[in-house]
């Protein structure tokens, strides 16, 4: 075979932890620089390098796989002094593909359906490109994957539904007051699952006040999130005054009582207030809910809401597998027309070579031969050309699109002792789509 | 001819308000997509039916209370439009057509036969039933929005957090839409029971009396009063203030049933 093989070699999410992954990780200004290493080394043809918080992974084309992933071993191996043999995964040829597909199309995610993995590979493979890693294997196999994740995304519902709960909070505030910018925001309680809300709230431009029992810790909070903090003692006034209340601190009571709520509500007028619980123990007496204008959420409402939709997306995902699977038989028969074409060329010139080398010796013997009869006895060859390969022709482009093309063209190259570099004489390439049409095959690349 | 444009504006209608059903409740969005080009195709229909009826029987939009109902339906239809089109709620023709498709088969009842007699016209008739067509044109949009309201928020109480719940606009856009539109629609009817009761006194000086239907007209008035003032004065909104405005168009609406009743009993 002339045209390499593709392969990924890496860890993620699914095989090591965190501080592996870490220790692991590709800057991304110095990924150019690591593919022009591993391309001097003359072992690979092609490669890019994919390191994001959830994987880092090395894809590559070769022409000997075998040495190719011994040294994409040893590059990542050299990161890092820890053995990370044992969580390294090999994909080759049509599962590397495969594996593509997938990591693009947010299948292989942690998150299924989350979209900045395909903007990471763009980019990575945008640095490859410029580094110069990139070229027809993994060139097309990239675009594919991009199309694909394209086409999952569109086409089944494996991106529907938010699966944080911080976004859940959000959105459903959304769905209580439409846009949220200039609305007002309590925390109730400083710890990290407040903070990570507020500064979600934050970005929809949402005004951010804090209370809490210590001061110090909710200027902390205020001042980290660009909020204003409230003495305790103003949580009355201000639970009044707020469109969207989070509450998340360690009491081991109820902070916000059915009782507070109920003067609180009076004073807002019928104003609704979104209230989400995020604390455990709860922060809010359930009876809160049933008031009129205010909506009640807790931890185990968003988290199951997220659950919802994580499971949607997992049954989706089953349809966009089914895509890949699609879309992996179009590039393997496109790659199997890669093998099939310089084969083509090189047995049309075996054969062509051998009459022509024959007629050569007769000539001499029929000296009244005219320049009309040489031009007859030219595309005689020609003919006999495409009468004796019409057969292997057709049997060679039938068996390139399935997956035992490559033993096939192998198998034609060994017979005929077809040189290995598939290099032809340019006057013959030509001739070659005429023969694959006379073959009756369809030619060129898939979709 | 004008028989064949009312039944095929009807199966329009009926048509865009299955499409519109289907996007609300399934989340077609094909099905969104074609309600809203059926309806367009329905107004269409809608007006070479007016057309026809005005130059083949010369019948008016205010001639009798099938036409009212007709004209009605059509401007409810041609103000969801321009709202659709400035705030894309596709989502709200399910509401809204059911609405249009009902005003439009009561118009189809006993069709040209109940004309106004020529004794009791008065130039308050068409005035008189302009601002009331006007006016049930925005309580029926006030009534979809504070459907879709009492709805959204019985989705999100429950955490029935699936499609419909997704489709739907958000409740303080319903209830904001719901208050604008009883604010317009309630002026109208205002002017509409005025100068129906100036022309009431007008035919019938000698034993003014009032029937169950201007009772109801009464009925309406004064729960849309009642959810402005509360709206105002005591901050009512949301589910309550919803509810208010779809009894207050109930009441409407049985005003119209109680003409085409009448219009019945008159052939």
């Known amino acids: 075979m002339t045209v390499g093989e593709l392969l990924v070699i890496g860890l993620s999410h699914h095989t090591a932890p965190l501080a592996v992954r870490e220790r692991l990780s590709v800057a991304t200004e110095r990924t150019g620089e690591e593919i022009q290493r591993l391309l001097a080394t003359g072992a690979l043809t092609e490669s890019v390098v994919l390191s994001t918080c959830n994987r880092v992974e090395a894809y590559a084309a070769a022409r000997d796989p075998v040495a190719a992933a011994k040294l994409l071993r040893d590059y990542l191996q050299q990161r890092t002094d820890d053995d990370v043999a044992g969580y390294l995964y090999e994909r080759l040829g049509t599962e590397a593909v495969r594996h593509t597909f997938r990591v693009a199309s947010s299948l292989d995610s942690m998150v299924v359906g989350e979209p900045q993995i395909l903007g990471q590979m763009k980019c990575a493979f945008a640095m490859s490109e410029a580094a110069g890693g990139v070229g027809m294997l993994l060139g097309r196999c990239f675009h594919r994957a991009f199309a694909v994740a394209k086409r999952v995304r569109t086409e089944t519902g494996i991106a529907s539904g938010t699966v944080s709960v911080s976004s859940i909070a959000i959105e459903l505030a959304c769905k209580i007051f439409g846009n949220l910018r200039g609305r007002r925001a309590l925390l109730v309680g400083a710890g990290k699952m407040s903070e990570a809300a507020a500064r979600t709230l934050a970005k929809q431009g949402v005004r951010l006040f804090v209370v809490n029992r210590s001061p110090e810790r909710a200027e902390e909070l205020a001042r980290a999130c660009g909020g204003e903090a409230r003495g305790y003692e103003q949580l009355a006034s201000e639970l009044v005054a707020s469109d969207v209340v989070i509450t998340s601190t360690a009491s081991p009571r109820f902070v916000i009582t059915a009782d507070l709520m109920h003067d609180v509500t009076r004073a807002r007028r019928h104003r609704p207030l979104f209230l989400i619980d995020i604390a455990v123990p709860r922060d809010v007496d359930p009876r809160v809910g049933d008031l009129g204008s205010v909506f009640l959420y807790d931890l185990d409402d968003l988290q199951q809401v997220a659950n919802e939709n994580l499971a949607t997306r997992r049954r989706e995902a089953h349809a966009a597998e089914q895509i890949v699977a699609a879309e992996i038989e179009q590039f393997e028969r496109w790659r199997g027309s890669l093998g099939l074409t310089p084969t083509v060329v090189a047995l049309r010139e075996r054969v062509r070579d051998a009459l022509r080398g024959e007629l050569e010796r007769t000539l001499p013997r029929l000296n009244s031969l005219g320049e009309a009869e040489l031009k007859s006895l030219e595309k005689m060859i020609d003919a006999m050309v495409n009468k004796v390969l019409h057969q292997p022709l057709t049997e060679l482009k039938r068996g390139s699109e399935t997956p035992e093309g490559a033993m096939l063209i192998d198998a034609a190259r060994r017979l005929f002792a077809l040189p290995d570099d598939g290099e032809t004489k340019p006057a013959a390439d030509r001739d070659v789509v005429r023969s694959l049409a006379a073959a009756g095959g369809r030619g060129g690349e898939g979709r | ?267």
């Open chain 2, 1 to 267: 001819m004008v028989t064949a444009l009312f039944v095929a504006t009807g199966v329009l209608y009926a048509v865009s308000c299955s499409l519109y059903l289907a996007f609300l409740l399934r989340g077609h969005e094909g099905a969104g997509h074609w309600a809203n080009r059926v309806l367009g195709a329905s107004v269409v229909s809608h007006l070479a039916f007016l057309g026809a009826d005005y130059a083949v029987h010369g019948n008016v939009p205010y001639g009798d209370i099938h036409q009212t109902l007709s004209i009605a339906s059509l401007l409810i239809v041609l103000a969801y439009l321009a709202a659709m089109l400035k705030y894309r709620i596709t989502v709200l023709g399910g509401f809204i057509t059911p609405v249009t498709l009902l005003f439009f088969m009561g118009a189809g009842l006993g069709r040209s036969v109940a004309h106004v007699p020529h004794d009791v016209r008065s130039a308050l008739l068409p005035l008189h039933i302009g601002v009331n067509v006007l006016g049930i044109v925005a309580f029926a949009l006030a009534f979809a929005a504070a459907l879709a309201y009492v709805i959204q928020e019985r989705l999100l109480r429950r955490k029935q957090l699936g499609g419909v719940f997704q489709r739907l606009p958000a409740l303080d856009v319903l209830d904001s839409l719901g208050f604008r539109l009883v604010t317009i629609g309630f002026p109208l009817l205002t002017v509409g029971i005025i100068t129906g009761t100036l022309w009431a006194v007008r035919i019938d000086r000698d034993a003014p009396s009032v029937t169950a239907t201007e009772g109801f007209a009464l009925l309406a008035w004064l729960v849309f009063a009642g959810v402005l003032l509360l709206r105002v004065a005591a901050g009512w909104r949301g589910r309550r203030a919803a509810i208010g405005t779809m009894i207050g168009f109930a009441c409407a609406a049985a005003v119209l049933v109680g003409y085409v009743i009448q219009a019945g009993g008159t052939q």
